[in-house]
């Protein structure tokens, strides 16, 4: 049903105040779905329980036949664009918001278990970067993300909306013992191939020459100090992307996009 709120204090609207704080959100079992594009997508893909939508009247006329879908069983709420930020405390990308029922977490087994390409992360805390890697993951068409302990949250808003809702798609699993999970990849099958620029990594033209291993776990680690050593001890192989020597590194999405596109050719 469609309603129109009263204000920025408007009770229906309360659960929409608590967006800065993402723990906040986390607890309550939920994520934000941000933007048309996102929402439209989480409407369309027919799995998710929305909560409630927030939009603005544009975004609403844009979204009209999606929202009109979902619209008998769930409040969508009306506002002046100008008042996202009076609820929200930021502005609102295109003036859409959703509340969205979190998926139940799932074992790095589970989401491993039938895939052939799978990126694991370590340690990478920035939202748009991981929601980039799920972007290259979906585009190159590997099969799963794990994360490790440390790693940002993929369902944060922001990292949702820079992967287009790729994180929605690409099944993921945040993994608790690490990095013994490594281990246990390996014991699945992979080979576990770790992203970095040190010693005696070869280089991607040398690992793209060999026969490709049926099952592929790349590693991938934070900007400025990349994998930790356990984890490159733990690699089968270690790769590097050569790039000019008065450029430190690339971005990690960056990285990981460039080799999953190398991985998939061979």
């Given at each position: 049903?469609?309603?129109?709120?009263?204000?920025?204090?408007?009770?229906?609207?309360?659960?929409?105040?608590?967006?800065?704080?993402?723990?906040?959100?986390?607890?309550?079992?939920?994520?934000?779905?941000?933007?048309?594009?996102?929402?439209?997508?989480?409407?369309?893909?027919?799995?998710?329980?929305?909560?409630?939508?927030?939009?603005?009247?544009?975004?609403?006329?844009?979204?009209?036949?999606?929202?009109?879908?979902?619209?008998?069983?769930?409040?969508?709420?009306?506002?002046?664009?100008?008042?996202?930020?009076?609820?929200?405390?930021?502005?609102?990308?295109?003036?859409?918001?959703?509340?969205?029922?979190?998926?139940?977490?799932?074992?790095?087994?589970a989401v491993i278990a039938q895939a052939h390409t799978?990126?694991?992360?370590?340690?990478?805390?920035?939202?748009?970067?991981?929601?980039?890697?799920?972007?290259?993951?979906?585009?190159?068409?590997?099969?799963?993300?794990?994360?490790?302990?440390?790693?940002?949250?993929?369902?944060?808003?922001?990292?949702?909306?820079?992967?287009?809702?790729?994180?929605?798609?690409?099944?993921?699993?945040?993994?608790?013992?690490?990095?013994?999970d490594l281990v246990r990849l390996r014991d699945r099958?992979?080979?576990?191939?770790?992203?970095?620029?040190?010693?005696?990594?070869?280089?991607?033209a040398e690992f793209a020459a060999k026969p490709r291993?049926?099952?592929?776990?790349?590693?991938?680690?934070?900007?400025?100090?990349?994998?930790?050593?356990?984890?490159?001890?733990?690699?089968?192989?270690?790769?590097?992307?050569?790039?000019?020597?008065?450029?430190?590194?690339?971005?990690?999405?960056?990285?990981?996009?460039?080799?999953?596109?190398?991985?998939?050719?061979?």
């Amino acid at each position: 049903m469609f309603e129109r709120i009263d204000g920025i204090d408007d009770p229906r609207i309360a659960a929409y105040r608590d967006l800065p704080d993402p723990e906040l959100v986390l607890r309550r079992g939920l994520f934000i779905a941000e933007g048309r594009l996102v929402v439209r997508r989480v409407i369309a893909d027919g799995r998710w329980h929305i909560h409630s939508v927030l939009v603005n009247q544009a975004a609403c006329e844009s979204l009209a036949s999606a929202l009109d879908a979902v619209a008998e069983r769930t409040p969508v709420y009306l506002c002046d664009a100008e008042a996202f930020c009076g609820i929200t405390g930021f502005n609102i990308h295109r003036g859409c918001l959703a509340l969205v029922e979190r998926p139940a977490a799932q074992p790095p087994e589970a989401v491993i278990a039938q895939a052939h390409t799978v990126v694991v992360l370590e340690a990478v805390a920035n939202a748009d970067n991981v929601g980039g890697i799920f972007r290259n993951a979906a585009a190159f068409g590997a099969d799963a993300v794990l994360l490790s302990p440390a790693c940002c949250d993929p369902l944060y808003r922001k990292a949702i909306r820079t992967s287009m809702a790729a994180v929605l798609r690409v099944p993921f699993a945040r993994c608790d013992d690490w990095p013994q999970d490594l281990v246990r990849l390996r014991d699945r099958g992979f080979t576990i191939v770790a992203l970095t620029p040190r010693e005696p990594a070869v280089t991607l033209a040398e690992f793209a020459a060999k026969p490709r291993p049926e099952r592929v776990a790349l590693v991938a680690g934070a900007e400025g100090t990349g994998l930790s050593a356990g984890v490159e001890q733990a690699a089968d192989h270690r790769v590097r992307i050569p790039i000019e020597s008065s450029v430190d590194s690339l971005n990690v999405a960056v990285a990981v996009g460039i080799v999953l596109h190398a991985m998939r050719s061979l």
